[in-house]
């Protein structure tokens, strides 16, 4: 695989001007303090010196240097939310996501760069004192108006450019003034030299001003930009004697640069402040296309929006962006308009239509190409900070019918690419509102994807009770209820999750009816992407029931099903449902290859967490055919994947693998080790550990090792780390024997009630399957308590036990 990158920071756009003390000294601190907050008025540039600062750093951070960007933040609970997705960790069920990333960056030597804390101060102040505190090798870099205020932070005032004296032009300010406007297509002479240093110390050398300054230079001279600024601060200072004087003159600089504009590129400029990020034109053209500007203008509008530096671009012009500053002050305008609303109507709407067509590319139409189906796929996921502002106006207004719409329509937050646990919380939020003129099959459409993501939530019950409100309300027949709506397509895919349910809850023949259904359904309205669902399901149930071959023969057919629609991500699941019935028939190398089809498909895709479960498959059944050193590789991918995704399930899947790979390599301790890790991960995460596959190993390690070395080993590998346990196969070390103990008399005291039980029926000859099922409780933790009395008492066999309970009575009765 390739090598992880180590940092998220952006290239820079122009030359970085100046400054050259504060990054030295600035990167010199972060070797005495873990937190620096850059403090500043908006637009002195404190962003730029903070990358430019993060950037010299990243040789000395080997976990990475990474950027989370909290402009477009708009709740203290969404912070944690950027910075797990920056560091790619995915929520948990049951575990707050703060614990994950938590856990990410605990071990890791790596550096934080919050960007624009201010809007969110008390809660970036909260969550980086906590990280702090829980992550010793953790440094933060913060950038903010105001400080974060936490006990271990170092705050930096980001000073002004240096201003000149009369005459110079080596001080910064002045050097940058010069630089932009030459980029701008500028050449000012020595002559104008008076008038560049008098328009520097006017804007008091902040770096935004001048840039906008600058822009401005192909049709006023320095001196006049000058003059007009004097005006403008005049106006200003007489309306707002309370604000500091540096935002003054910022707000002045971008009040003289909004009011320069026409008439047409104010209402643009305002009403792109919708976006969420970045955009591109036809989606300006969409959302800003409305009077007193026609769609054909906007390319010429944004274009003169961009010369003037309110807008950004990227080389090709494909991708534009506003700076914050500029946005937030659009913002304000857009409002101060009364355009609010009927701006961010529109955004959502436009967001809905297009994300619909997306989807219906994507996944519904027939022979549609593969790269077609890929570009809309990508399309749709670079939207989706946009769908999420779009999400938020539709819950705002109560719009619920459009906001459910969105969802319906959101590859990005389904499980091809997204985090389904997110579209839980929107649709929830969505169908809290008022619902009365919202068709009820739209609902049902809604909750579709609400049991989708309680399924990945491992909520079962209620996924399926959910999934059961959704087909009732769709119809017998599945009808298109129009308005982009594809219900038809959405009932065959409920009928395929609940299968997914019901054979998860051990309901068979339950699973069998809806695979049936689903695909009965699929077939008669031609869609190839639900036959091969339903396929995968009917194999799915065959392979539970033991009927290989008819297991078998469904896989193919689903896999070519698969293939003829062409999406990459239905074509890997059906590759995986095949190499697991291979597996079954004990055709090892059918299964690896099976697994290995789907690897591609899914890096291609970019899908994390299902590409995971591949390579741990492939690496297990590597391993089980000699083939250590891909085992070995494969399952190590698999396990970073895991961790950088905050996957439990994932890690305790990769311990598994290793598991089976140490014992082929003959490592039986290794083998028992990351078993008992693996189970433990499996236990803290409410999951039930494979008891049989685990008795069958501790009875194959107790006949070779002794019963006394494998209950310790098994107890070692319970308190053993995943990561620690990981490492002792994936390096192939062998744990060295403990020494022998010396038995000495010990007090009854020292075992538990359980343990004295335990003890007690030791006596009578009992295995731990036998005593689990007499005390109602997991083998595994029979030989936890056997391991836990051996190291209390000293022993290292059950029989020494045995005897010590029989010669004890009161203390095992």
């Not at 929520?91 to 919050?114: F, N």
């Not at 192909?218 to 005049?234: M, T, V, Y």
């Not at 895709?605 to 741990?616: I, V």
């Not at 059944?621 to 950088?644: C, K, T, W």
């Amino acid at each position: 695989m390739p090598e992880a990158p180590r940092h998220n920071l952006p290239a820079e756009p122009n030359r970085f001007v100046g400054r050259e003390r504060d990054l030295d000294d600035l990167r010199g601190l972060f070797g005495e303090t873990r937190v620096v907050t850059l403090c500043g008025v908006g637009g002195i540039g404190k962003t730029r010196l903070a990358l430019r600062v993060a950037a010299g750093l990243v040789d000395g951070y080997p976990g990475g240097v990474w950027l989370v960007e909290l402009a477009r933040v708009s709740r203290p609970d969404q912070i944690v939310q950027e910075i797990a997705r920056v560091l790619r960790v995915r929520e948990e069920s049951g575990r707050p996501l703060l614990d994950t990333v938590t856990a990410r960056l605990r071990d890791l030597r790596c550096l934080l760069l919050l960007d624009n804390c201010e809007h969110l101060v008390d809660g970036c102040a909260e969550l980086a004192a906590e990280l702090v505190a829980c992550c010793p090798r953790l440094s933060i870099l913060a950038t903010s108006r105001e400080p974060l205020r936490i006990a271990s932070e170092l705050i930096w005032r980001v000073p002004p450019l240096d201003l000149p004296e009369m005459g110079y032009a080596d001080a910064e300010s002045v050097q940058l003034f010069m630089d932009r406007a030459a980029a701008a297509g500028t050449r000012l002479g020595y002559d104008t030299l008076p008038d560049v240093v008098r328009l520097c110390q006017a804007l008091d050398g902040l770096p935004l001003a001048l840039e906008l300054a600058a822009a401005r230079t192909s049709l006023l001279s320095p001196g006049q930009i000058a003059d007009r600024l004097d005006d403008r601060f005049a106006l200003l200072t007489t309306g707002g004697r309370t604000a500091p004087a540096r935002q003054r003159t910022l707000l002045a600089t971008v009040d003289w640069s909004y009011d320069l504009l026409s008439a047409k590129e104010q209402v643009l400029l305002r009403r792109l402040s919708v976006f969420a990020r970045d955009f591109d034109l036809d989606l300006a053209e969409q959302v800003c296309a409305e009077p007193p500007i026609a769609q054909a203008e906007i390319v010429d509008l944004l274009g003169g929006l961009v010369d003037k530096s309110l807008v950004l671009c990227d080389e090709e012009r494909r991708r534009y962006r506003m700076l914050e500053t500029i946005k937030r002050y659009a913002m304000k305008r857009l409002e101060r308009a009364g355009e609010r609303e009927v701006v961010r109507e529109r955004h959502l709407t436009v967001l809905c239509d297009l994300q619909e067509r997306h989807f219906t590319t994507e996944m519904v139409r027939p022979g549609v190409p593969w790269p077609e189906r890929l570009e809309c796929l990508m399309a749709g996921k670079q939207l989706l900070d946009d769908q999420r502002a779009a999400l938020d106006w539709a819950a705002e207004s109560g719009n619920a019918g459009l906001g459910l719409r969105l969802c319906a329509a959101s590859t990005a937050l389904l499980p091809i690419s997204g985090n389904l646990t997110e579209i839980v919380g929107w649709i929830e939020r969505l169908l809290s509102l008022d619902l009365s003129p919202v068709p009820d099959e739209q609902i049902a459409q809604g909750k579709a994807y609400l049991a989708y993501g309680l399924e990945a939530r491992d909520e079962l019950s209620r996924s399926l009770e959910v999934a059961t409100e959704s087909l009732a309300g769709l119809g017998e027949n599945g009808e298109d209820g129009g308005d982009g709506g594809d219900y038809a397509f959405t009932r065959c895919v409920m009928h395929s999750l609940v299968v997914i349910v019901l054979l998860r809850m051990g309901r068979i023949d339950e699973a069998l009816h809806h695979a049936e259904r689903g695909l009965a359904e699929a077939t008669e309205s031609g869609d190839a992407w639900n036959q091969a669902a339903g396929l995968a399901g009917l194999s799915a149930v065959a392979l539970t029931r033991g009927r290989l071959r008819e297991a078998q023969r469904l896989g193919d057919e689903a896999l070519a099903r698969a293939c003829e629609h062409g999406h990459r991500w239905l074509m890997a699941r059906m590759a995986a449902q095949l190499g697991a019935v291979a597996e079954a028939r004990g055709d090892l190398e059918t299964a690896k290859s099976q697994y290995e089809l789907a690897v591609p498909w899914l890096c291609e895709l970019g899908s994390d967490s299902e590409l995971a479960r591949c390579l741990a498959r492939v690496g297990r059944v590597a391993a089980m055919l000699g083939e250590f050193a891909v085992a070995r590789e494969r399952l190590a991918d698999s396990l970073a994947l895991s961790r950088q995704t905050g996957q439990r399930q994932g890690v305790a899947r990769c311990l598994a693998g290793l598991s089976v790979l140490a014992e082929h390599e003959g490592d039986l301790d290794g083998a028992v080790l990351a078993a008992a890790a693996a189970a433990t991960l499996r236990e803290s995460i409410g999951q039930h550990s494979a008891t049989i596959r685990i008795e069958e190993l501790l009875s194959r390690a107790r006949a070779k090792l002794g019963e006394g070395r494998t209950a310790s080993l098994w107890s070692r590998g319970r308190a053993m780390s995943p990561d620690a346990a990981a490492l002792q196969v994936l390096s192939g070390e062998r744990p060295a024997s403990p020494p022998p103990v010396a038995a000495e008399p010990v007090r009854h005291s020292l075992l538990t009630v359980r343990e004295q039980e335990i003890a007690g029926l030791l006596t009578r000859g009992l295995s731990n399957r036998a005593i689990a099922e007499e005390l109602v409780i997991s083998p595994a933790t029979v030989a936890r308590h056997i391991a836990n009395i051996m190291e209390k008492l000293g022993y290292t066999s059950r029989a020494q036990i045995a005897v010590w309970a029989a010669e004890h009575p009161s203390a095992s009765a």
